[in-house]
């Protein structure tokens, strides 16, 4: 599908596994999202007992609040989804036709997939729309439930990664995957892949000096790491962060 953030159950995509405390995490993370989806399949029993059902744009915006409510999800996510978001996701094709149109317009649980999907996807900018799109257009309830429940594995590590005083420990195995940009690293929300002293055992963690940087980015720092005691250190950590982000370009500025 062309996206390098990891969906389970898709052959396509990206291996990048999140890491906790220097021990790679793939198998929690697979765990993590296989938590998700059973959390929204048990969801759908509840609150779509009939999948047959007809839907309207409304019931697709309360039923997203409430699925995300009970995922446990920042409501913030939802705050602003209206049916007019409906309605712009639709004409943008990442909502699949409806059958009918305008006021008569129904849907079924494959759009409110689609619209969990898409809606979390651009809050959390993990994977643009039309990414989401791709991944999801014309694709079966399984595959666009896998597409959400990596996304509601994303939202979880983002908001634990959020928390204030969190240090690896804290971090849920399923630390968003990596996201490659053309001609450079690989960029992993998740704790450095070799941290100075090795962790005891393949779950330990490693705490960490959690650093706001502006753009809502972050960088993550060993708590051991010479450069929280040495300014040489830690000049060399940003040249190595520079060159790790711009590449070929960190030479020739500008």
């Not at 959020?162 to 420990?169: D, E, F, H, M």
Request: include cysteine; glycine fraction near 8%.
């Amino acid at each position: 599908m062309g996206i390098d953030r990891r969906a389970p159950g898709s052959a396509s995509a990206a291996q990048a596994p999140g890491v906790v405390g220097g021990a790679l995490t793939d198998a929690a993370r697979t765990a993590a999202e296989r938590g998700a989806l059973e959390e929204i399949v048990a969801w759908r029993a509840r609150a779509v007992p009939d999948a047959a059902a007809p839907l309207d744009a409304d019931d697709l915006v309360r039923l997203l609040r409430d699925l995300l409510a009970a995922l446990g999800l920042d409501p913030a996510i939802a705050a602003g989804v209206t049916v007019n978001t409906v309605h712009y996701y639709r004409r943008k094709e990442i909502l699949e036709p409806p059958e009918g149109r305008t006021a008569a317009a129904r849907y079924g649980p494959r759009h409110l997939w689609q619209l969990a999907g898409a809606r979390l996807a651009g809050h959390l900018g993990l994977v643009s729309l039309a990414e989401a799109q791709q991944a999801m257009r014309g694709a079966d309830e399984r595959a666009l439930l896998a597409f959400l429940a990596a996304r509601v594995a994303d939202a979880r590590a983002r908001a634990a990664l959020r928390r204030p005083g969190a240090t690896g420990g804290d971090l849920p195995a399923a630390a968003p995957a990596a996201r490659a940009l053309p001609g450079r690293a690989a960029i992993a929300p998740a704790l450095p892949t070799s941290p100075p002293v090795p962790p005891a055992g393949p779950a330990a963690a490693t705490a960490v000096l959690m650093i706001p940087l502006p753009g809502e980015a972050w960088c993550l720092v060993p708590a051991a790491h010479p450069a929280r005691r040495s300014p040489a250190a830690a000049r060399e950590l940003a040249r190595a962060v520079v060159a790790a982000l711009c590449g070929d370009d960190a030479d020739h500025p500008g």
